[in-house]
């Protein structure tokens, strides 16, 4: 069984739009998560980390952690077309230690 | 921006017969790592590293084995390949924050 489950798997948002993807793990040994974006045909690239109960926000990029659901989540707001691409969700114990990642969440974002 | 080099890019092979894929980073990080990514799997990691001589296993190291000579050089062995092993090879240097080669795709025929 994988550590780390994300749904859902795949999401279909109009331009402009907010899309919300979901992570939560199952090991109760992580403390660490990070979202990375992996365009078709391409190797994956960090988008955010989030390591601390709360929010983060980035441009139009926002992440939430809730540590004793070991949930979080990354919102898009203003979808763009560019934005269609896998998301990965992972997680870890430490920052120091591997990472683990869920199966993805793809994102089309229609014109 | 760092930089990881996988070869080759794409390898075709036969069952039965052994891959070897190679990875290189200018990083000097000491963490390595291989994952192999599927449909509907995400990215899985196989073998991993923490430096020069050392390699752990992962979550599926079953059919895998990995070498570390040195800090720059991670490689993944199949010694005996199967058409399971087709797969697209994710090699990434890094903590927390992992940097990722351009992927290698082996098919197993």
């Known amino acids: 069984q994988q550590k780390v489950q994300q749904s859902p798997e795949s999401l279909i948002v109009p331009e402009g739009g907010m899309a919300s993807l979901n992570c939560t793990s199952s090991?109760?040994?992580?403390?660490y998560f990070w979202w990375y974006r992996q365009h078709s045909g391409k190797s994956p690239k960090m988008l955010m980390?989030?390591?601390?109960?709360g929010e983060k926000e980035e441009g139009r990029f926002t992440v939430h952690l809730n540590k004793a659901s070991l949930h979080t989540s990354l919102h898009i707001r203003d979808s763009q077309p560019s934005d269609s691409a896998l998301y990965l969700c992972?997680?870890?114990?430490?920052?120091?230690?591997?990472?683990?990642f869920g199966s993805g969440t793809k994102l089309t974002v229609e014109p | 921006e760092a930089a990881v080099t996988q070869s080759p890019r794409n390898k075709v092979a036969v069952t039965g017969g052994k891959v070897t894929l190679s990875c290189n980073q200018t990083?000097?990080?000491?963490?390595m790592y291989w994952y192999r990514q599927d449909t509907g799997h995400g990215l899985r990691l196989i073998h991993y590293?923490?430096?020069?001589?050392?390699?752990e296993k992962g979550d599926i190291p079953d059919g895998y084995k990995a070498s570390r000579p040195s800090q720059e050089n991670f490689s993944l062995i199949l010694e005996l390949a199967t058409p399971s092993q087709t797969s697209v090879y994710f090699c990434?240097?890094?903590?927390?924050?992992?940097?990722f080669g351009e992927g290698s795709k082996l098919t197993v025929l």
């Open positions: 992972a997680a870890s114990p430490s920052n120091y230690n591997v990472l683990y």
């Open positions: 980390s989030i390591f601390s109960n």
């Open positions: 990083n000097n990080h000491n963490n």
């Open positions: 090991d109760r040994n992580v403390d």
């Open positions: 590293s923490y430096g020069a001589g050392s390699t």
């Open positions: 990434a240097s890094g903590t927390g924050q992992l940097y």
